[in-house]
């Protein structure tokens, strides 16, 4: 799967890719995945209040997003390099399901 920002015609350059990211995948996977799935589901109550989702489509990502941190609090998450970040990582994973 293609990263979130990337151009469909786009290589990715590792070297500059480690560069650029860093201990950040870190920092998203020990720190910020939390606020990110509270972030998401605050967001998601609000396309459903703009009439976007359904109160049925709003019921499965809220439960998806608390079972992804349910995974997370037992330690069964992993943002690597390549998934940008812990955002990125929620919105495949939402996407998969």
């Known amino acids: 799967m293609s990263k979130l920002w990337e151009k469909?015609?786009?290589k990715i350059n590792k070297v500059v890719e480690s560069f650029?990211?860093?201990?950040?995948?870190?920092?998203?996977?020990?720190?910020?995945f939390k606020y990110d799935i509270i972030a998401s589901s605050a967001h998601v109550s609000a396309l459903e209040r703009a009439n976007i989702f359904t109160a049925l489509e709003t019921d499965l990502l809220k439960t998806?997003?608390?079972n992804l941190k349910r995974k997370w609090l037992m330690g069964n998450?992993?943002?690597?390099?390549?998934d940008e970040d812990c955002h990125t990582y929620i919105e495949k994973h939402l996407t998969l399901k």
């Not at 998450?77 to 390549?82: A, E, L, R």
């Open 77 to 82: 998450v992993v943002i690597k390099i390549t």
């Open 8 to 10: 469909k015609k786009s």
């Open 64 to 66: 998806e997003l608390q």
């Open 20 to 32: 650029t990211v860093g201990d950040d995948n870190i920092l998203d996977q020990d720190y910020f």
